[in-house]
């Protein structure tokens, strides 16, 4: 059997990772990988409901319970996707993982930064990905791509401020070691090809 990898694609809202997570799934199946396409927070039918909360611009939210809302999404997906897609051999890519929340609510929110990988380690049962990629985009691509498609959950329509903080911080965990940085200001197709250049070494 195959080994199974995770990978990850990170960035801000809008930074490209739903369209290159379906690019990247449709050359894994071409090399003969079985693939399954995920998303945080959800991924499963809990924590589907868990996304709901969280993304419900009717929410009122505490920073620490903002927290605990994706870190409780991330363990039920772990637990009952992640986990036995990788066993089983499958490719798994998930749009946000672990990086999400430190850049969200530890940057964003000013939560405490260890606190947020305590929780992210006990969330994912200290599961790490093989490969997380943090699409990094200009401000100004960011500004275009809202005009085309204005925000609408929650976490969109957070202040300039705030959404700034993360784009920094994205920028940041981008040098992490184990991280790796794509420019993602370049055409689709551009993109593609670094991700895919990344991840062919985890196929060898
Ligand atoms: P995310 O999943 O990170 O929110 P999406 O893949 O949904 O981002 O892309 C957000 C928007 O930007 C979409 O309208 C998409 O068509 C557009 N887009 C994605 N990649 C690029 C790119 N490289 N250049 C220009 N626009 C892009």
Redesign the pocket.
């Known amino acids: 059997m195959k080994r199974g990898i995770f990978i990850v694609l990170e ?11 379906g690019l990247l799934k449709a050359w894994l199946e071409e090399r003969g990988r079985e693939v399954l396409v995920t998303r945080e927070p959800g991924g499963t039918s809990v924590a589907e409901k868990v996304r709901e909360i969280l993304l419900d611009p009717k929410s009122e939210i505490a920073p620490l319970t903002e927290l605990f809302l994706y870190e409780t999404s991330r363990a039920q997906h772990t637990a009952e996707k992640i986990l036995p897609a990788l066993k089983a051999g499958k490719v798994i890519i998930s ?1 946000r993982y672990t990086l999400s929340t430190t850049a969200y609510q530890g940057y964003g929110r000013g939560l405490d930064l260890k606190t947020v990988e305590t929780l992210n380690r006990i969330a994912t049962l200290n599961l790490k990905p093989h490969l997380t990629i943090v ?1 990094d985009i200009p401000d100004k ?1 960011f500004v ?2 809202e005009k ?2 204005p925000g609408r959950d929650r976490m969109e329509r957070q202040s300039d401020l705030f959404r700034r903080r993360v784009n920094r911080a994205y920028k940041l965990l981008a040098r992490r070691p184990g991280v790796t940085r794509v420019d ?5 197709g551009e ?1 593609q090809n670094d991700i895919r250049a990344s991840v062919a070494k985890l196929l060898r």
């Open positions: 960035g801000p809202d809008r930074s490209g990772k739903s369209t290159q997570a749009d699409l691509a275009q791509r085309t498609r993602g200001g370049r055409s689709v993109i």
